[in-house]
């Protein structure tokens, strides 16, 4: 099966701080997403990232970077916590030679005060 | 801009009805993906949907797409209590980018 984990479920942060969100999976996928759930809006697409040291901006990419130094890896980074970015937080990664179908970690619910 | 559109957004109904979810979407693909996603748990794969005309099948669950009018059907029949959750679909654009929906809060009542 494959497994994807996010290193964090739940983080509580003071505006300002700067935040970081890690993401692993074991299936040797190429592709890997963040996004950012919140009630009433769906899932939005935030960066994803073809290959190792690719990255791509998705929907919402204001105030959030990424990183993808290894290709299991996949981290999300805050710069400088804001209160508009409590959400949930979730990784997915998909094979590039198969059908796209995401595969999701657990998510990590983040609140900033 | 690709716009990913469910309908209803929730839905109440008795257990043993059958209702179906929508779900339109605004440019070319035909990959169409749904999830269900329980409370407080992350989101699971129901349906992969590579073609047009494509049917899949699973339990009291159907899926289908319809790539020419860019629509995609969720149908559920003789609802259960357990098919409770969140329902996703999600567009596949280009190159895996993949767009979702708002989702369908579906609650169905023993």
Request: glycine fraction near 6%.
């Amino acid at each position: 099966d494959v497994k994807v984990t996010q290193s964090s479920r739940y983080l509580v942060k003071r505006t300002g701080e700067k935040v970081f969100l890690e993401c692993v999976q074991d299936m040797d996928h190429e592709n890997m997403f963040w996004y950012r759930q919140d009630p009433g809006l769906g899932l939005r697409l935030i960066y994803f990232s073809y290959d190792v040291k690719m990255k791509e901006k998705g929907d919402i990419p204001e105030g959030y970077s990424v990183s993808r130094e290894k290709k299991e890896r996949f981290s999300l980074i805050l710069e400088s916590a804001s209160t508009n970015q409590t959400s949930m937080y979730l990784c997915a990664s998909s094979w590039d030679r198969g059908t796209g179908e995401l595969f999701f970690g657990e998510g990590s619910r983040l609140t900033v005060l | 801009e690709l716009k990913v559109e469910q309908n209803p957004l929730f839905l109440s109904m008795q257990e043993g009805k059958n209702y179906t979810i929508y779900c339109n979407y605004s440019t070319t693909s035909d990959r169409l993906y749904w999830y269900r996603q329980d409370p407080g748990k992350s989101l699971e794969s129901l349906f992969v949907l590579l073609s047009n005309g494509a049917v899949k099948q699973e339990g009291r669950l159907m899926a289908s797409l319809d790539t020419k009018a860019r629509l995609s059907t969720l149908h559920i029949t003789a609802a259960v209590h357990d098919l409770s959750a969140t329902y996703f679909c999600a567009v596949d654009i280009w190159d895996d980018k993949i767009i979702f929906g708002k989702g369908t809060r579906l609650h169905i009542l023993p």
